[in-house]
Each structure stands twice: as C-alpha cells, then as structure tokens.
C-alpha cells in the first residue's frame, strides 16, 4: 500500500500568519492517465470531511484562494497564506491513485 | 445537489454482521467508482474498501479482507458494505465517498462492536 505521511501534525498558527502543510507519498502518485490523484480533506468535529483540493492544487467550489495545494510525484504541500479562525480543523492529504487509496495521518490546525 | 446517504450501523456483538447501504442521488451514479471510509474514534480515516463503476473490480484494506465484502446495485443508485465476523477494532464511523477524487462523502454510520 502507499504510505502517506503527514507532517507536521500539529500546526499552531497565529492569525493571519501563514501555515503549510507537507505530504509525502512512499510511490509515484502520476496514474496512467498522465493525473495525479492528490486530494486534500478538511474534517471539523461532527462533521464529514470536505474536500478542498483535487488533483494537487484544484480548488473546489467556495474554497477562498488563501489555501492553495501544490507538489508533483511525491512531493506535496497546502499552504493557507493567511490563516483566520474558520480554518481550523484536522487536514488530510489523500491519493487515489493507487489502490487501496490511503491517507495520511492528519494535521491538527488550531489558533495559537 | 449530490447526496450521499447511509444506513445499517448500529450496535453489534464481536463476531456478529451488519450490512451498511448508501443511497445516492443528484449524481450519476454508474459512472463513479466508490469506495467505504472509516473513522474509529480519535483517529484518522481510512478507506477500508472501493468498487469501480462497472462492480467488479473491487479493493480492500487487510485490515477487513475475508470478512467485509463491497457490492453496489446501479440500478438502484446504491452502495453496500457486507460486513461479517465483525471486531471491537471495527467500531468506527463510516462514510461512503465517491472514489478517487471523493468529491462527496456521506453524513456517516456508527458501528460499535461490543459486548
């Protein structure tokens, strides 16, 4: 299976200060189709996990362009360039390239 | 608007069976690969299962291969999850996603396994 690996994963982050996140995969996360199925997860307590990029750096729909993904391979980041209080929560970086698709370990954002 | 929802958890005992279903609409269902997330509790998600499109390919974690078995009826835009000899490590939430870019999730199921 492909080893997803968070980091760091807890993230303590003043307002308005920037914040990023760092995902690496243990293969290649290019499918054969030429994309690579990098997805990345905001989950708040009660509540399922909302999904904010595809595909490395898409941004789904009301995703403010403060949070923006990028990364190739192996090599993946999300960056909030200004962090305000609605981004709490735990972020997952998830790949669906490979079966079984896998996650990381979670990253725990809160404000310092 | 897609919805996803599921059904069928509950409380079981160790090495008992339940089966989890997750309705679809607002979305064509047949044409997406669909696989089953789990969130014990305090952890992280894990998909412990997926299916592709046409139903026949399918995957699983190791953690549940021999006991869970995924199956879907695209006629009725539904998702199954066949779960058998079933452990306290299985208590958990589960969610229904779409597959590999899991655009959209469920509200999620509990099972417990408890005596």
């Known amino acids: 299976d492909v080893v997803m690996t968070q980091s760091p994963l807890s993230l303590p982050v003043t307002l308005g200060q920037p914040a990023s996140i760092s995902c690496r995969s243990s293969q290649s996360l290019v499918f054969s189709d030429g994309n690579t199925y990098l997805n990345w997860f905001r989950e708040r307590p009660g509540q399922s996990p909302r999904r904010l990029l595809s595909k490395v750096s898409n941004r789904d729909s009301g995703v403010p362009d403060r949070i923006s993904g990028s990364g190739s391979g192996t090599d993946f980041t999300l960056k909030i360039s200004r962090v305000e209080a609605d981004d709490v929560g735990f972020y997952y970086c998830?790949?669906?390239?490979?079966?079984?698709?896998?996650f990381g370990q979670g990253t725990k954002l809160e404000i310092k | 608007e897609v919805q996803l929802v599921e059904s069928g958890g509950g409380l079981v005992q160790p090495g008992g069976s339940l089966r989890l279903s997750c309705a679809a609409s607002g979305l064509t269902f047949s044409t997406y690969w669909m696989h089953w997330v789990r969130q014990a509790p305090g952890k992280g998600l894990v998909s412990v299962s997926g299916i592709k499109n046409d139903g026949i390919s399918t995957f699983y974690a190791d953690s549940v291969k021999g006991r869970f078995v995924i199956s879907r009826d695209n006629a009725k835009n539904t998702l199954y999850l066949q779960m058998n000899s079933l452990r306290a490590e299985d208590t958990a939430v589960y969610y229904c996603?779409?597959?590999?870019?899991?655009?959209?999730w469920g509200q999620g199921t509990l099972v417990t396994v408890s005596s």
């Open positions: 998830m790949q669906g390239t490979h079966w079984p698709y896998t």
């Open positions: 996603a779409t597959g590999f870019s899991s655009a959209h």
